[in-house]
């Protein structure tokens, strides 16, 4: 698919990754690999500029630095497969979302965070 309008920023472990293929006012997807295979991994997002924000306590791989602000919430949890990626969508995304939204995955096993994607388009 198409990958467009990505903000990278490291993870904490590479090459678990994090892509959106699609665009705003469309069918858009996200997708990882490089997860643990078979294992569980959290799409998290957040409205406006990148941050700086700790998962809190009492949750999976509470303390773990995440790359975005503090409005993040969790938008899904995937199941990764045999060979570490997960997918999900088509959704309809807002174009309203496009330049405000941002994306990044969690793997619950390892706590390793994927770089950081801005929904450009």
Same mark, same amino acid.
């Given at each position: 698919g198409l990958l467009g309008g990505v903000e990278y920023l490291p993870g904490s472990t590479s090459p678990f990754a994090l892509g959106t293929p699609g665009e705003t006012g469309g069918p858009m997807g996200a997708q990882v690999w490089g997860a643990t295979p078979n294992g569980s991994v959290v799409l998290l997002y957040a409205l406006g500029a990148a941050g700086a924000t700790l998962v809190p306590p009492g949750r999976p791989c509470a303390g773990t630095l995440l790359n975005l602000n503090s409005t993040v919430a969790a938008a899904v949890i995937l199941r990764a497969d045999a060979q570490g990626h997960a997918f999900t969508g088509p959704a309809s995304v807002p174009a309203a979302a496009a330049g405000s939204a941002r +994306? !990044? #995955? +969690?793997? =619950? &096993? @390892?706590?390793? @965070?994927?770089? +950081? #994607? !801005? &929904? =450009?388009?």
């Open positions: +994306l !990044q #995955a +969690l793997d =619950i &096993v @390892t706590c390793a @965070t994927s770089n +950081l #994607a !801005q &929904v =450009i388009y």
